[in-house]
């Protein structure tokens, strides 16, 4: 069932061009189910790991296009908010499986008092079940226990859904471009094969993201401790000089994911910080960026046209590609890391 490829992991990896096309087909069935949204004030997403990392860029997208207020909540840390639902609030469930404890309990107290949506890949799964509306994102089934395509996928649905809410018709169209633009990315592997010798060493990585870009470090760090067992930790740039700053020593890798726009000024100078105490840089940037060349020692070039509201559905993919080329270096199964289950039924 590989199909010729050494992991499932890398196979999914592969398959993700092709994950963003079939869940882009969900437009219509999103067009339906928002029409019954005009009174709603308020969004919760609740979701775990992964999935909590795709809501993030839900609630950036949602407060920034459609200014409705957005929380995103751990599953395991629902409870606090329960009080705080009411008619008017819409919780929006994110899972892969579908099956989540934390999540599944969590949607059950929702429907109390809330409208709710499940944003699932797994179809007739439990959240499936018992969500009042649902999206079905069309990665197809995931083996791999680190979640790769149907993050992407879980990123189109929020994308489309946020683009819908807003009418952003520029956004809707730019989304057309997504799969072709990770199909580049991918044809670049060698690249990335070469950074993973230089850096599995390392027993600590940091990633810096800011804005868009801050979720797809926090994932890129998920991906690289699930399965090296090097120590990531994601950061928001910003937030740097605030305590992990103290941290940073000589040959440290310091991923910083840089896209053209309006936070790349500011990230730049972290990424100049960082450096300037010793950091080992591995930047992901535009290929045109000329500033990002003279600054960074290491560059993974994207197209310049991949702008930075669309970046984490782009970005995110050298990062796993670092991860399990990271970990086939030491020697460790992709596909089966220690510990972790593919899908977590119990509280
Ligand atoms: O099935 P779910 O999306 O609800 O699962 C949530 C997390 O357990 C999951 O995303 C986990 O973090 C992944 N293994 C990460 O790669």
């Known amino acids: 069932e590989k199909e010729g490829y050494d992991h499932f992991m890398i196979k999914e990896i592969n398959e993700q061009a092709t994950a963003v096309?079939?869940?882009?087909?969900q437009r219509e069935n999103?067009?339906?189910i928002i029409k019954d949204f005009d009174d709603i004030t308020r969004i919760c997403f609740v979701a775990c790991g992964t999935s909590y990392h795709a809501s993030?860029?839900?609630?950036?997208?949602?407060?920034?296009?459609?200014g409705i207020p957005t929380d995103v909540i751990l599953a395991s840390e629902f409870k606090f908010s329960q009080k705080t639902l009411n008619e008017n609030t819409l919780v929006i469930f994110i899972s892969q499986s579908g099956e989540t404890a934390d999540s599944l309990k969590a949607l059950d107290v929702a429907n109390e008092t809330s409208k709710t949506l499940g944003i699932v890949n797994v179809?007739?799964?439990?959240?499936?079940?018992?969500?009042q509306y649902v999206i079905q994102t069309q990665a197809g089934p995931e083996i791999g226990v680190a979640a790769t395509k149907t993050y992407v996928s879980q990123l189109?649905?929020?994308?489309?859904?946020?683009?819908?809410?807003?009418?952003d018709e520029n956004l809707l169209n730019e989304l057309n471009n997504v799969p072709d633009f990770i199909d580049e990315v991918l044809k670049d592997v060698e690249s990335i094969k070469s950074m993973s010798k230089r850096y599995n060493y390392a027993k600590d990585f940091f990633y810096l993201g800011r804005g868009?870009?801050?979720?797809t470090a926090l994932e890129g760090a998920l991906k690289l401790k699930e399965i090296s067992y090097i120590h990531g930790e994601g950061y928001?740039?910003?937030e740097l000089k605030h305590g992990p700053l103290a941290l940073i020593d000589e040959g440290i890798p310091v991923v910083v994911v840089i896209p053209p726009g309006d936070s790349h000024k500011k990230t730049m100078s972290n990424l100049e910080e960082v450096k300037s105490r010793g950091a080992r840089v591995l930047a992901f940037g535009a290929a045109d960026d000329e500033e990002l060349a003279l600054k960074a020692p290491e560059v993974f070039k994207i197209n310049p046209e991949v702008s930075e509201i669309i970046a984490p559905l782009v970005y995110i993919v050298p990062l796993q590609l670092l991860s399990y080329y990271i970990t086939i270096e030491k020697g460790f199964d992709p596909d089966k890391p220690r510990n972790l289950a593919k899908c977590v039924t119990v509280e």
Do not use: D
Request: aromatic content about 10%; glycine content about 6%; proline content about 2%.
């Open 56 to 66: 993030l860029t839900g609630k950036y997208l949602i407060e920034s296009l459609a």
């Open 30 to 32: 999103i067009e339906n």
């Open 123 to 131: 179809a007739g799964s439990s959240i499936t079940r018992r969500a």
């Open 156 to 167: 189109t649905a929020i994308y489309l859904f946020a683009a819908l809410m807003a009418k």
């Open 236 to 238: 928001a740039a910003g």
């Open 21 to 25: 096309r079939n869940t882009l087909t």
């Open 212 to 215: 868009y870009s801050y979720p």
